[in-house]
Each structure stands twice: as C-alpha cells, then as structure tokens.
C-alpha cells in the first residue's frame, strides 16, 4: 500500500486534547477546532434566543388586534430577531463548521491566523451581548435589521437603540472580516501537497467565495453605518434631505452589503450539502468543477442585484431593468448546483440517516425558496409583492429551508468528528420530520398572505381581510419548528453523556478530516499526506476505483 | 529548499496573501465612501463645495506632496534593507514616519481653516468623513512604521527576511494613493 | 381589459376561496392590477412546472435509489456529462430570458398614459401615520380617504413629509414608496366602483400598521358631488356647545397641529379636519368614524393608536364641545 493511503487509513485513535484544560484552556485557546466549538456553541445560543424572538412575534400576530405585545417592544423584537438571526445565529454557526473542518479538510495544523482567529471569535462575542444588552438599558433597536434611514436618524429614533445596533454591527464587521481574511489566507496558502484548488472539498470552495463576498460586501455595511453614527453623534446630515442628504443613499450603501450577504449565508450551506450528497450517495459529486465555477459566478453576480431591493423606490427604468436582469441571471447557476446534487443522487445507493434527511430536504425547501425569488425578480410582479409576507416566505425558505437545514445536517455529520459519538438518529429523525413539516406550515401561508395584502413589519392588523387564519396556521406552525428545536436539544445533551466511541470514520466518507481521530489530535495529521483527487480517502479506500484513475 | 526556506516561503506568501485581502477591503470602504460623495453630488447641482482657486490649493498640494515624498522615502528604505544596509531602512521608515505626521499635521490645519464643521451642510460632513477615515489610517500606518522602526533598531531584519517592512511599504504606498483618488474627487472635479 | 379582469377574480377565486374580503392583487379592480395579476399567474405557472420537475425528482430518486443493504460493490462512479450540464445551464437561461421578455412587456403596459381630459391629479403626502390627499385642480385637502372617479385616470405625485412611507392598493396598482427630498409617481385607472383598501408598505415607525388607506371609486356624478362638499366651507357652529367646541378646535389646542379651512387652526401636522365627518373612517384609516369611537379618541388618543403623535385627554364638557363641532364637519 503506498505511504498514504497507510497514513490515511491508520490514524491513531487516541484522542488528545487540543490545549489546556479546563475554563482558562478555552478562554486562551487558538485552536481552530476549540474556536469552532466556541462559535457553534454561541451560535446555537443566539439561534434559539432569535427563535424565542420569533414565538413571541408569531403570538403577536396570531389574532387580529392581539394585545399581548405593543408596537414598540413588537418592533424592537421583530428588528432583534432580524438581526440575531443572521448575525449571531447563521453565520457564527457557519463560521464555527468553518473553523473546525477547513484546516482538517485541507491537511493543516491551523489557520494562517491563529490568534487573530480567536480575536475574531471574542469580538463576535461582545457583539452579540452588547447587542442584546440594549434591551434592558434604554430599548433595544426598532428599526428592522435593514435600519433605513431617515427613520433610523436621531429625529425619528431619539433613544439609544439604533446606537447599540451600529455599534454592535460594526464589531461584527471587524469580526467576519478579519475572520474571511484568515479563511482567505488559509485556503489559498495551506492546502496539503498535491491539493490545487480543483482537489479540495467543496465546503472549502464555498468558503473560499463565502470569505471574499465578505471581503467585498462588508466595507459598504461599515461605511453606511458609520454615516448613521455620524449623523446621529456628529450632527452630519449624509441621510438628512433637509440639509443636502439623501434618504436613498443609505439603501444603496446597505443593500450593497446585504445582498452579498444572502449569498454569505447560504454558500456555506450549499458546501455543506455538497460533502453530505455525496457520502450518503456513495458517489461523487457530479460535475464538481462546474459546481465550485457556479460558486464564484454566484459571489459576482451578487454583487451586482442589490437595487432588487428598490423596485418601488422610484428608481429609473432603465436601472429597473439591468437590476431584474440581473436577478434572473443569478438563477442559472444555483439551478445547476441544485442539479448536480439530483444528478449525484441518481442512481447511487442512498443512505438516508438524518444528516442525510436535512441536506435532501435542504434541496426541497431551497428550491421553493428561489422559484419565490425569481418570481420577485419580475418587477412588476415585485411591485405588488415587495415589503409584504410573500418575501418573508421566500427568504425564510431559502435561510430557514436552506441554511439552516443545511447547518443542522452538517450538525449530524460532523458531530461524531467532534465529540466521538453520534448523535442519536432515532431523535434524528423526530427532529427532522417536526422540522420539516413545521417549517412548512410557518412559511407556505405567508406566500398567500402577501398574495392577500398583508404587508411586512406590522404589529397587528384588522379583522375581516382574510388574513386570520393563514397567520394562526402559522403560529402553530412556529411552535411545532420549537418542538422539533427542543428534540434537538435534548438530543445534543443526551448524546454528548454516553461514553464516547471515538469513531473515526463512522459515515465511511471521502474527504481528508475523517482520516483523522475523532475528536482529531491537537495537532491534527502525524503526517500530512499527499493527494491526488477531490476524494483522498476514498481513493486510498478504494485503491481500483480512485478518482484520480478515472476519466471524466 | 532547506526547511527553515520553505518555511519562510510560506510565512511570506501568508503575509502577502493577507495584505491584500486587508487592502482589497480598504478599497471597497474607501471606494464605497467616495462613492457616498459621488452620489450625493449628482442630486445636487448647487452643491456647496471648496472651490478650486490656485491660493485655495495650496495647502493640499503642499500636502500631497509631503505624502508622496513619505511613500518614496518608504520605498527606498526597503530597497536598502533588501540591499544589505540597516542604516538605509531606518532612515527611510524615520523620515516617512515623520512626514506622515507632518501630513496628518497639514490636515488638521486645512480643515480647521476653511471654516467648515462636520454639521454644515452635506459637504461638511463628506469632507470631514472622507478626510478623516483617511487621517486614521495615515496615522495606522505611523504605528505600522513605528514598529518597524524599533524592530530594525532590535536587529530583525535582514536582505532574505523582512516581510514586515514590505507589508508596512504596501501600506503606505496604499494609503498614498488612496489619497491621491480623494484630493482629485474632493478638490478637483 | 375587463374580460381579462374577471378571468383573473375567477381565477383568485378558485385559489383563494371564500377570501372575499381581501386587498388582494389577485382580485384587481384597475387595468395595472390586472396586468399584474396576469403576470403572475403566468410566472406562478412556471414555477409550477419546475417545482414539480424538481420535487418530483427527489420523490423518484429517494423511493428508488435506496440502499436495499444486500448490493455488492459500489455504485458506477459518474463525474460529470458535459451534455448534460449544457441543458441544464441553456434552459434555465432560455425560461429566464422569456421571463425578463415578460417583465418588459408588462413594464411597458402598465406605464402611465399621457394626461387626458377629465384625469385628475393628487398629490399624497406621507406622513407618520397618516396620508395627506391634495386635490390641486380643485383646492382642497383631504385625508386617508381617496375619491376617484370611474373611467378616468388618477396622475399621483408621492412626497414624504418625514420617513419613507410606501403608498399601495393592491387591488388598483404595486406600491410606490414616498421618499423625503424626491417627487416620485404613480398612476392608476379603476375599472370597477367600490372600497378598495391598502395601507402602508414602507416600515415607518410605532405606528406603521395604522396607516391604512381607503379608496373609493364612483361615477363621475358622484365624484363632482363629493368634490363640491369638500370644496365648500366648513359648517358653522349655532348652539353654544357648538361655539364651545369650534373655539377650541379652531383656536384652542386642536389648530397647533390641524387645519380648519378659513378658521384660525391651520397646523400642517396632523390631517385636515374641514370635512372630517363627510370620511368613513378616522385615525389614519384604522377605526370607522363614528361618535363612540370619536369619543374614545377624544378621551384618550394614546389608547387607540399606541404611540401616535396625538397625546390628548379631553374631558367632560370639553370633549362634548369638541365632538358636537366635529360632527357638524360634513
């Protein structure tokens, strides 16, 4: 057997910690492994807080004229739950997966920064609590994570809470930035030998856009931002139309960022599901180069959508147009990812375990979600439906339907690598199914709700409109997703109380962390092997049917 | 390769790849940011604005030009250190640590002397924002330097490795262009 | 354009059965609704087929593909098929092409018309939280309730007087947002008379599901009419709880924030008051306009619309002024 595949298929199965024990060991620690636990486990936290947020608007909106929550907590809680869920649940949680599983993935020992790696973890951290510790002194932000101005001005919003908002948001900009620069560094420096670019997983791909986007969207965020500041602390008037600003200034500045931002949450996602297919297919990712050439035409077109947002904004025609236009192009390379993942499928041999379950049902929900955002890319259409729970549909499909059953699946898949066990698939399997189908039953009636009139971000509406039932559907929908957040819970501390298995390889899987023990060495790899195709340990697994003897 | 080469082959391309990430989000902040003023300029034909006689240019010219000269005296400096000579880094990161301040110095004067406050109008504010988000990075890079500086003192660098000092060179030489970009948006056009 | 009209309420009828009483796009009243309704039916169609394609797909896969557990070896290892990937990169790219065809095409149909004889002209101003309606061609204003004649088209110019509002009739057109510092427009043509209502569709603050609009198409006749009764004068109070109450509307703590036309009160801050009673609704639309609820209000404006910029508690004999020259304001 060549040097390799030996190295590969025997790796030591004695786990050893990475760092020192106890608190101060994961206070200090600047292992990309400890760090990704540490976003996963914050991520998680901010996730059911932001879920928490979500009950009490779903309870709000359940009856017309529901008196249980006024317009302003109403607004403070929509706009935290908003901003809770993106940018201290999905991408943190990303970012986690991130930290742990690239450097494996690649054959490294770390990231290119490690300390800059654990400030950007801490920074996060601060963030989140500043963020949310607005609550409870003065008033947590009520403008909706978009915070247009002019009502985010200090006219319109004289308290403290657009204050916290900015400061927390542009810490969280530190945060990610520094953060994709090290994924950036890491992924173009330090990729085992033998492995080009067209030879790592494809989770590390999606990283790779992921990080530049942010790279490129993030500066606009900071920029608008500091405006706001600006004008709030300062007395300048970049938003303030009576002294020369202007009110659209800040939806250019900030959709700039934020529709490269969708495409920040869900590029990971997809690199999950893009490692999950094809283990549980037992065959290779189909057409992986025109699936990882998709990723990077995704991260340029994105940049080049945002106005999709000011349909109704008054904009000229012409820009109208170059903007839906755009948004129809964006739609042809994400239908051929969702392709390659069928044509992946077909005729494999498929093991559906819940890791499995979350990434098929990921492409279920994902679809509906973009089928929704190219109907919205029909300006006309969009002019009806824009700013009304038809969109909250659509991008809750695509970030509830799609990143996070992505980064639920990629929970199952990678938890036994992280912990030495698994997670229990018969409450595996619970937890899917309450999700999926809740999940449904939240968000398919806000399709017909937009449909019916009902707009977004409003606190209560009245009676007789036809809107009562399809909002108490969804309610209950809210509280069965909950239900099936709760299984998982219970799951998670159930499973991490048996004794470990230390399982190295329980999936049986293609890419080069499995090689490792699990919970790997601190160091990662005793040797870091050499590879010759996208799928190193199936090759060395399967000597006569590698990937790189194959012809395309 | 020897080992310890390899290594430093390495620690060289991470700090490259690094400092151009960095500088590829500078550009879009700073991009964004003229941008901002760009945008805000086409709404208004009566827009407010410095008025670009010759004795208004002054200052900003004499500024520029302090600037340019720091960039090429920091420029030399790691030329001198890939040389051979100690003496000619320390002097190239002296001297364009010292006109940076100088440069910093020069732009405190041309704002406080064209009476403009931050709160005056729009273009108080572009002015005060852009020039200011630029101060700070001059004076980021004066920290740069100044590490650079007390590190030549303590023997660090030599002709094979002084990545430091060429990410420090990158910097500045950034941070002069970007300049550039904006005393031709803020005062020319 | 009215055939194609009631195949689109037909069609909103089959899909939404027994949602009689909804501003929805789906049941449109005006030949840009319409269109816009055709659209997206059309792209719903679309989407239909894909998702059927696609879900099915998975269904297929799924049942068949399954590991039975007594297979031996693994399955043939496929990389790719560039044929393959041509297709289904080419027709996606072919169907959204049509769809930017189709975008164009409705874009164009529903642009505003030349001005006509007999259009008529508003201008909306947003404010938070309720709408100001100018009738520029005939002097006066009004608010939260638009009248439009029938068979005309009605030119709207939107203004903010504060934050972004978004002005939006589902049944009568796709919303438009009202920016402060810009003049934007939009226009529409109702084809059938009745109430439509819509409401804000811009997140504007504490208030932003109370601001509600009602829109009331009629005959020609019918407008003029309504028109006269706005354009006249206010009523004159006669009994002395009517002075009463006309003193402090018009001079007292009302005229800081509300117009009387040719009496004292001529604040621009909250909506114009010269014929309050001749409207069906009150507090941006949210409540009908009856003597209880006009009571309530009086008593006690924070109780029935949270945090609105109206902070008053009238009592006794002061609301019962109040309330008796309100009701002459038809």
Not at chain 2, 19 to 35: I, K, N, P, Y
Not at chain 2, 123 to 133: A, P, Q, R, S
Not at chain 3, 222 to 235: D, H, L, M, S
């Amino acid at each position: 057997m060549p040097a390799d595949a030996h190295a590969l298929t025997h790796a030591r199965p004695t786990p050893a910690s990475p760092g020192r024990p106890g608190l101060l060991g994961w206070l200090s620690t600047v292992d990309h492994k400890r760090i990704g636990v540490l976003y996963l486990g914050s991520g998680l936290l901010f996730f059911l807080l932001g879920g928490l947020e979500a009950l009490l608007i779903r309870l709000q909106l359940a009856r017309p004229g529901e008196t249980l929550l006024g317009p302003d907590i109403y607004n403070q809680i929509f706009t935290m739950h908003g901003t809770t869920m993106i940018f201290l649940g999905v991408m943190p949680l990303a970012a986690g997966f991130g930290n742990y599983l690239i450097p494996l993935m690649l054959g490294a020992r770390d990231v290119a920064f490690p300390k800059l790696n654990a400030l950007s973890y801490w920074v996060f951290l601060f963030a989140g609590l500043l963020m949310n510790s607005s609550f409870v002194f003065g008033g947590a932000p009520s403008t909706g994570w978009f915070a247009y101005a002019p009502l985010t001005e200090r006219a319109f919003s004289p308290g403290t809470g657009v204050d916290f908002w900015i400061l927390g948001v542009l810490l969280l900009g530190l945060s990610t930035t520094l953060g994709s620069i090290n994924f950036i560094v890491t992924i173009l420096q330090l990729r085992a030998p033998g492995m080009s670019l067209n030879r790592m997983p494809m989770f590390a791909w999606t990283m790779l856009v992921t990080s530049m986007i942010a790279v490129f969207a993030l500066p606009s965020l900071t920029v608008a931002i500091l405006l706001l500041l600006l004008d709030r602390q300062l007395g300048t008037h970049f938003y303030n139309v009576a002294q020369g600003g202007d009110a659209l200034l800040w939806q250019h500045l900030f959709w700039f960022f934020g529709h490269p931002e969708v495409y920040i949450l869900i590029l990971p996602a997809m690199g999950m599901v893009s490692e999950i297919i094809p283990v549980f297919s037992r065959k290779p990712l189909f057409g992986y180069r025109v699936v990882a050439y998709s990723s990077v035409a995704i991260g340029f077109l994105g940049f080049t959508v945002w106005a999709h947002h000011m349909f109704a904004t008054g904009l000229p025609s012409a820009a109208l147009l170059v903007f839906s236009a755009d948004s129809f192009l964006i739609g042809v390379p994400t239908g051929v990812k969702v392709f390659s993942w069928l044509a992946t499928m077909w005729r494999g041999r498929l093991r559906l375990t819940t890791a499995m379950l979350f990434a098929i049902g990921f492409i279920a929900l994902f679809v509906i979600g973009g089928l929704g955002g190219v109907s919205l890319a029909v300006v006309p259409v969009d002019w009806q439906l824009t700013d009304t729970y038809y969109v909250v549909s659509h991008f809750h499909y695509v970030l509830f339907g799609g990143s996070v059953f992505a980064i639920l699946g990629a929970a199952y898949y990678w938890f036994p690598k992280m912990t030495g066990r698994r997670l229990g698939e018969g409450l595996g399997k619970l937890h899917f199914w309450l999700t999926f189908v809740g999940m449904n039953l939240v968000f398919m009636p806000m399709h017909i709700l937009g449909l019916l009139g009902m707009p977004r971000r409003i606190y209560t509406y009245a009676a007789g409109k036809g809107w009562e039932g399809w909002n108490m559907i969804a309610t209950i929908g809210a509280f069965v997703v909950a239900l099936s957040m709760l299984v998982f819970v219970v799951n998670l501390i159930r499973s991490l109380r048996r004794p470990p298995t230390h399982e190295a390889d329980p999936w049986d899987a293609n890419t080069l962390e499995w090689t490792t023990a699990s919970p790997p060495l601190a160091y990662n790899f005793a040797e870091i092997p050499t590879v010759r195709s996208a799928r190193p340990y199936w090759d060395a697994k399967h000597p006569d049917l590698a990937d790189w003897k194959a012809r395309r | 390769m020897t080992a310890v080469a390899t290594a430093d082959a390495r620690r060289q391309g991470i700090a490259r790849t690094g400092m151009l990430a960095a500088l590829a989000s500078e550009t879009v902040f700073f991009g964004t940011l003229l941008s901002a003023y760009l945008f805000m300029r086409l709404d208004q034909p009566g827009w407010l604005q410095i008025t670009a006689t010759p004795a208004r240019l002054i200052l900003p010219v004499l500024n520029t030009s302090v600037l340019v000269v720091s960039a090429l005296a920091v420029t030399l400096g790691e030329r001198a250190v890939a040389r051979g000579s100690q003496r000619g880094l320390a002097a190239g990161l002296a001297a364009a640590l010292v006109l940076g301040l100088v440069f910093v110095g020069g732009q405190i004067l041309e704002f406080s002397s064209n009476g403009m406050r931050p709160g005056d109008q729009a273009f108080g504010g572009v002015f005060f924002t852009l020039m200011g988000f630029h101060a700070l990075h001059v004076l980021a890079g004066v920290v740069l330097l100044g590490i650079n500086l007390v590190r030549t003192r303590l023997g660090d660098f030599s002709p094979a490795r002084h990545i430091a000092v060429t990410m420090g060179t990158w910097f500045w030489v950034y941070v002069t262009a970007v300049w550039l970009a904006m005393f031709v948006g803020l005062y020319l056009i | 354009m009215s055939w194609l009209r009631r195949v689109m309420i037909s069609l909103a009828g089959l899909a939404l059965a027994g949602c009689a009483g909804a501003p929805s796009m789906l049941r449109p009243a005006s030949s840009v609704s319409t269109r816009e309704a055709w659209l997206f039916w059309v792209v719903l169609a679309m989407a239909a087929v894909v998702f059927v394609l696609v879900e099915g797909l998975i269904v297929l896969i799924v049942a068949r593909d399954r590991r039975r557990g007594d297979e031996a070896g693994e399955p043939t290892q496929v990389h790719g098929h560039t044929r393959l990937e041509i297709i289904w990169t080419v027709v996606p790219l072919l169907l959204v092409i049509l769809l930017f065809g189709l975008t164009i095409g409705t874009m164009r149909a529903v642009a505003a018309p030349e001005p006509r004889e007999g259009d008529i002209n508003v201008r909306v101003v947003g404010h938070r939280w309720w709408w100001e309606f100018e009738y520029p061609d005939y002097g006066f204003t009004t608010a939260n309730e638009l009248h439009l004649p029938l068979g005309n088209a009605a030119h709207l110019t939107l203004e903010s007087a504060d934050v972004i509002h978004s002005f939006w009739v589902p049944q009568l057109a796709g919303k438009t947002d009202l920016i402060p510092g810009a003049i934007n427009s939009m226009w529409l043509s109702a084809d059938a008379p009745g109430t439509y209502e819509g409401q804000c569709a811009e997140f504007c603050g504490l208030q932003h599901a109370g601001m509600r609009i009602h829109v009331i198409v009629e005959s020609r006749e019918a407008f003029e009419a309504w028109v006269r009764t706005q354009q006249a004068p206010p009523a004159e109070a006669v009994t002395a709880l009517e002075r009463l109450g006309e003193e402090t509307v018009t001079s007292g703590v009302c005229s800081s924030c509300h117009t009387v036309r040719d009496t004292h009160a001529q604040g621009k801050l909250g909506p114009d008051l010269t014929h309050l009673a001749s409207r069906a609704t009150m507090a941006g639309g949210m409540y009908p306009l009856s003597e209880s609820y006009l009571r309530r209000w009086l008593s006690n404006t924070q109780e029935m619309k949270p945090g609105n910029l109206m902070a008053l508690h009238l009592k006794a004999d002061d609301l019962e002024a109040v309330l008796a020259y309100l009701k002459l304001l038809k």
